[in-house]
Structures are given as C-alpha cells and as structure tokens.
C-alpha cells in the first residue's frame, strides 16, 4: 500500500548545507607536523631521483637537507604523536642513505658515463 505524502518533500539538513557544484570548497586543515613530513618526503623523493641519476653529490646535499626537516619536525613532537614514529624511520633511512652515498662517493666517476 503506498503511503501519501502531505506537504513538500525537504531535503535532510546536512544536504542543504552543501555548495553547489562548481563553486570553491576550502581546503582541510593539515598540520604543521603533517606538513613538515610531506615535505621531507618530497626532499627524499627528489634525493632518491638524483642518486638514480648518479648526482651523488647533489643526492647527498638533498639528503642532508632532509635531515635537517626530520630532526626540526621532531623537535618538541611528543612520542605517542601519530607522525613520531613515521619520522623516526624516516631519520634512519635517511640516515642508512646518507651512508651508502658516502661509501660510493670515491668511485663516482665510475658512475657517469663517458661522454
């Protein structure tokens, strides 16, 4: 048996507080922390791509830089913080990265190709 409407239909009222398509929506808000991770991430990214292209040296300044990023973002970060842990390994890879560059260092002309 269908049951009869009486009246307009009203939308719920978390959907009238949409915007409508189109129209700019303001973005979440992210961290300081969580900001300073993303960017570590895009240094080690961009270190990473520089190895591959045999620029130990420049891979090394990116990966110092780094370093840099996680120990400032680590400064005052308390332990039971979600990005702590995340950092801490980061630090450590960076650091393992930082010395397998160095111990390639002495035969990076091997690297490069001739020209």
């Known amino acids: 048996m269908?049951?009869?409407l009486t009246g307009p239909r009203v939308p719920p009222k978390g959907s009238r507080q949409l915007k409508p398509p189109g129209e700019a929506r303001s973005a979440p808000k992210v961290s300081q922390v969580q900001r300073q991770v993303d960017e570590v991430k895009s240094l080690e990214k961009r270190a990473g791509d520089l190895v591959r292209s045999n620029d130990l040296r420049s891979a090394l300044q990116t990966y110092e830089?780094?370093?840099a990023e996680i120990q400032e973002a680590l400064e005052g970060l308390p332990k039971d913080d979600i990005c702590y842990s995340t950092l801490v390994e980061s630090k450590n890879s960076v650091e393992e990265k930082i010395s397998k560059c160095k111990q390639f260092?002495?035969?990076?002309y091997f690297l490069?190709?001739?020209k």
């Open 112 to 114: 490069k190709a001739p």
């Open 105 to 108: 260092l002495p035969f990076e």
């Open 65 to 67: 830089e780094c370093k």
């Open 2 to 4: 269908a049951s009869k």
